[in-house]
Nanobody
Framework: QPQFVESGGGLVHPGGSLRLSCSAPSPFFDYWDIGWFRQAPGKEREPIICITGSGRITVYGDSVKGRFAISRDNAKNTAYLQMNSLSLEDTGIYYC????????????????WGQGTQVTVSS
């Protein structure tokens, strides 16, 4: 499995937007189902959204529905997480990983994680 690298986090005001990127130098990038996870302060890591190699998208959690969108550009070996209407509750470290999406949840294929990218929503 490739090592994914997250980027694009930062400090944003409530109501603002950010686009995170997830890249992996893998010749088989389009093979992987890619998931975004986040870990809020003091909480466990949770699944957010996944895009399969064929482009099927599954959103996990009502809190991000309608606000977060995932996409991928296989030619660039990159997946994206577009986050809109950010709220204080979106603060956390965001991780991407090769994932195993199921209807109700999503698990990473590997137990190892990248460094993630910090998103801080603050006024």
């Amino acid at each position: 499995q490739p090592q994914f690298v997250e980027s694009g986090g930062g400090l944003v005001h409530p109501g603002g937007s950010l686009r995170l990127s997830c890249s992996a130098p893998s010749p088989f990038f389009d093979y992987w189902d890619i998931g975004w996870f986040r870990q809020a302060p003091g909480k466990e890591r949770e699944p957010i959204i996944c895009i399969t190699g064929s482009g099927r998208i599954t959103v996990y959690g009502d809190s991000v529905k309608g606000r977060f969108a995932i996409s991928r550009d296989n030619a660039k070996n990159t997946a994206y997480l577009q986050m809109n209407s950010l709220s204080l509750e979106d603060t956390g470290i965001y991780y991407c990983a090769a994932a195993n999406p199921e209807p109700e949840t999503m698990t990473p294929l590997s137990g190892s994680w990248g460094q993630g990218t910090q998103v801080t929503v603050s006024s």
